[in-house]
């Protein structure tokens, strides 16, 4: 059956394969580990239901999940010290699986903390060499952002990953050109939530000038590493303009969409413009916050590193046009966080622009209104794909306090340190964990130590950052006897 999918010539079908590579080897393994026979079978029958959403495709396949989930849990407790590359692989396919049946069911957050667990320490028995890091590849950018979000190093930012994808390291392995694009963007991606940290503890700090230095430096460094022609030379091989509606309002910006080669091309090009976003917006802060250290560096001037914030974020506007009524749910997924990553460029062009400290051209007031423009018509675009996947739609006012967060500014009040999903009554619950933080200013600290504030949050698929930011700062949200419960550690 799971051949089958890998074998198809419909355009809908070949979505899967924004997963990666890896999913072509699994064929391979079906008859010899149980884990991933069972996980496969429920991929197929979750696809099913997911084309046709029947009452009996869905109980097969909440059939076959039950029996995939024992033996995952099997798997595991028998795979210590090390996961094996086999555990990964069914997790993998659990998490496609879930994300199939549903992201509003938030089954697939549970494997995504899962796989981030399996893959930190890079060690895995068994690895299958020619697909692990295919595998890798396509699951650490979803720890990217919750370790920018959360205010954390990632997990992947260590000796064992940091060695491997160093572009001096790469000459002994063999790798095609676009194996080096995505090792190279890896390299610097897992480097991005230390950046920020390094950013925002210099931002607290600011007679530190080692702290200063420590972030100019590790910016300039990932700066540098991200300009490569290797990564301007794929996109250009990739890419090719579609014929694709412009709305009237961004007509005017955005000449025309973009297509891909391929689904997993696509997939390349959004996180590189993810970085692209992620590193103007370090930038930013780091010259706004620290003029002279930023001047006296190697980094391009705040005119350059705005019109290449802006660049990244237009490519991603044009991309976001090819999302049709009939893509998967795989792709919306995966393409959602780079566009969310892009509004928060238009937000920092319009702030550069007003805050010049000279009087505003017409010129000037033209591109604000410009940027205005594709701000709002980026995210109507992010809750476009949000709606579809049934999941609450962001506010603006919550999702700019969050970019300004990730881009080193310091945490929002209502961001927590930690997230993770668990199960409670039959149903899955996010809780989120404030270290010595006061959400909704409840409780008092005390003394003697760091205190953890736990509130579990029920229903999170409608569940929203402007309800939390609401709620964190006592202008309302969901009742908290309804939906948020607080335990204090």
């Known amino acids: 059956m799971f051949i089958d999918l890998l074998n198809t010539d419909c355009p809908q079908d070949l979505s899967l394969f924004c997963l990666g590579d890896w999913i072509v080897s699994i064929p391979s393994r079906i008859s010899s580990s149980p884990v991933v026979?069972?996980?496969?079978e429920f991929f197929v029958h979750s696809y099913n239901f997911h084309r046709d959403q029947s009452y009996s495709n869905r109980t097969k396949a909440l059939q076959t999940k039950g029996k995939a989930l024992k033996e995952l849990q099997l798997s595991l407790s028998e795979s210590q010290p090390h996961p094996t590359y086999n555990l990964i692989v069914a997790t993998k396919l659990h998490y496609s699986a879930e994300v199939l049946i549903g992201v509003d069911q938030m089954g697939y957050a549970v494997h995504a903390l899962g796989l981030l667990n399996l893959l930190k320490s890079g060690i895995v028995s068994g690895v299958d060499q020619e697909?692990?890091?295919n595998v890798v590849e396509s699951t650490y950018v979803d720890d990217i952002t919750m370790a920018v979000t959360a205010g954390r190093p990632s997990v992947y930012d260590h000796d064992f990953y940091l060695s491997a994808t160093h572009?001096?390291?790469?000459?002994?392995?063999?790798?095609?050109?676009?194996?080096?694009?995505?090792?190279?963007?890896?390299?610097?991606?897992?480097q991005c939530p230390r950046l920020i940290v390094a950013i925002r503890h210099a931002s607290r700090n600011p007679s530190d000038l080692v702290a200063i230095a420590t972030a100019v430096t590790l910016a300039d460094n990932l700066w540098k590493l991200s300009q490569q022609q290797l990564f301007a030379d794929f996109v250009d091989d990739c890419l090719f303009e579609s014929d694709d509606h412009i709305d009237d309002t961004v007509a005017d910006i955005i000449p025309s969409g973009i297509g891909f080669s391929s689904v997993q091309n696509m997939v390349t090009c959004t996180k590189y413009w993810m970085l692209q976003n992620l590193l103007c917006g370090c930038l930013d802060t780091l010259h706004r916050k620290f003029a002279h250290g930023f001047l006296c560096s190697n980094l391009p001037s705040p005119k350059n590193v705005h019109e290449m914030d802006t660049q990244a974020a237009k490519q991603l506007g044009r991309a976001v046009l090819g999302l049709g009524d009939k893509v998967s749910p795989l792709t919306l997924l995966r393409a959602h966080g780079p566009l969310s990553f892009s509004i928060g460029a238009w937000h920092r062009q319009v702030r550069y622009l007003r805050s010049s400290g000279q009087t505003q051209s017409l010129e000037d007031h033209t591109r604000i209104l410009a940027a205005t423009r594709m701000q709002k018509w980026i995210l109507n675009k992010c809750n476009s794909v949000?709606?579809?996947?049934?999941?609450?739609?962001a506010a603006e006012i919550a999702w700019i306090e969050a970019l300004d967060s990730m881009a080193g500014e310091e945490l929002a009040d209502w961001i927590p340190n930690k997230v993770s999903i668990d199960s409670e009554d039959g149903e899955i619950v996010m809780k989120l964990e404030y270290n010595d933080r006061r959400p909704n200013d409840v409780g008092s600290a005390q003394s003697g130590g760091e205190v953890t504030r736990t509130v579990t949050i029920r229903d999170p698929a409608n569940f929203g950052p402007q309800h939390l930011r609401d709620w964190v700062r006592g202008n309302g949200g969901l009742p908290a006897n309804e939906n948020i419960m607080i335990s204090y550690l």
């Open 37 to 40: 026979s069972i996980a496969a």
């Open 386 to 393: 949000l709606e579809r996947l049934h999941v609450s739609q």
């Open 167 to 190: 572009p001096d390291a790469l000459s002994v392995r063999s790798l095609t050109p676009t194996q080096r694009v995505k090792t190279i963007m890896m390299h610097c991606l897992i």
């Open 131 to 133: 697909h692990f890091w």
